[in-house]
């Protein structure tokens, strides 16, 4: 899913603008104050194809038929009932059945952004800048769509999780194995904490070297299919970095295959680690 938050006074106007022109499933997350989204004329219905449980469920505009769209009041519940705990877990939810994710009026490190009007500066949002101007009007929405598809997906293990259990294959499989590494806080007890990780790799290169090893490992015998995904940009401590997901016909191949896939992937893919703790900032790569 390629999420994308827009701030502004406007924000509403380009959102609709943008679903227009993007292809596939679009959902909406609404967090402005009830201010700045034009009063309080909410409808508490669901636009989400008939079916939405209660962590992607609720619709306010008569906008753009989104397929899912969700108003969220300032302090985090939405319109209908019940609460979110937070924009990662929403997004964690409604990344494996969505296309695109349009966020209006909150912003997030691993977000690329899009700035209206004069009333947000770049130096207030932590993720990417895609675009400013004055007004949605004056937004280039060719260019736009093309940088969304070009940045940074959001895949969570769920997402790879469906998409092997979508493989021509998975009638043979009795067995899914994942591997899921997070940023640890510290090694031991009297170590400093670590705050963050950077990653950065070489574009293409990693992603061609992540393919290539998972091509090889569903060449072995009883492994039917196998998805990777490394997270770039700042994560933060206790988030996820990196999945490997194996679909294969019995445990012992998926498990062989799950260690395999992380074990080469640390060691083959061209991703450079950055850790920031209380005390200092450093290169992994640098010290090993």
Same mark, same amino acid.
């Given at each position: 899913m390629q999420p994308i938050s827009i701030l502004g006074s406007d924000a509403a106007a380009l959102a609709a603008a943008l679903a227009d022109r993007l292809d596939g499933r679009v959902a909406v997350v609404d967090r402005r104050e009830r201010s700045d989204a034009g009063g309080d004329d909410t409808d508490e219905s669901a636009t989400d194809g008939?079916?939405?449980?209660?962590?992607?469920?609720s619709t306010t505009r008569t906008d753009p038929d989104y397929d899912t769209e969700i108003a969220l009041d300032a302090d985090g519940s939405w319109s209908g009932s019940g609460r979110v705990d937070g924009l990662d877990e929403m997004l964690d939810d409604l990344a494996p059945a969505h296309d695109y994710l349009l966020v209006l009026g909150e912003s997030r490190l691993r977000v690329p952004a899009v700035l209206l009007g004069d009333g947000v500066s770049p130096d207030d949002v932590p993720g990417q800048v895609l675009?400013?101007?004055?007004?949605?009007?004056?937004?280039?929405l060719d260019r736009l769509v093309v940088d969304l598809d070009d +940045?940074?997906?959001?895949?969570? $293990? @769920?997402?790879?999780?469906?998409?092997?259990?979508?493989?021509?294959?998975?009638?043979?499989?009795?067995a899914i194995a994942t591997f899921t590494g997070r940023v640890r806080e510290r090694d031991g007890a009297d170590d400093d904490r670590t705050t963050h990780l950077a990653f950065e790799k070489y574009e293409g290169v990693a992603r061609d070297r992540m393919d290539a090893i998972a091509a090889e490992l569903t060449e072995r015998d009883g492994v039917f299919d196998v998805r990777m995904h490394h997270?770039?940009?700042?994560?933060?401590?206790?988030?996820?970095?990196?999945?490997v997901v194996v679909l294969a016909g019995h445990r012992r191949e998926a498990f062989r295959a799950v260690e395999d896939g992380i074990d080469r992937l640390k060691d083959e893919v061209p991703i450079f680690k950055k850790e920031t703790t209380?005390?200092? +900032?450093?290169?992994?790569?640098? $010290? @090993?």
């Open positions: 008939g079916t939405v449980d209660a962590r992607t469920a675009a400013t101007a004055p007004s949605a009007d004056d937004v280039a +940045a940074e997906p959001w895949i969570t $293990r @769920e997402t790879l999780v469906r998409r092997v259990e979508a493989s021509s294959r998975a009638d043979r499989s009795g997270r770039t940009g700042v994560i933060e401590s206790g988030e996820d970095i990196v999945f209380e005390a200092e +900032a450093f290169w992994v790569h640098q $010290r @090993e």
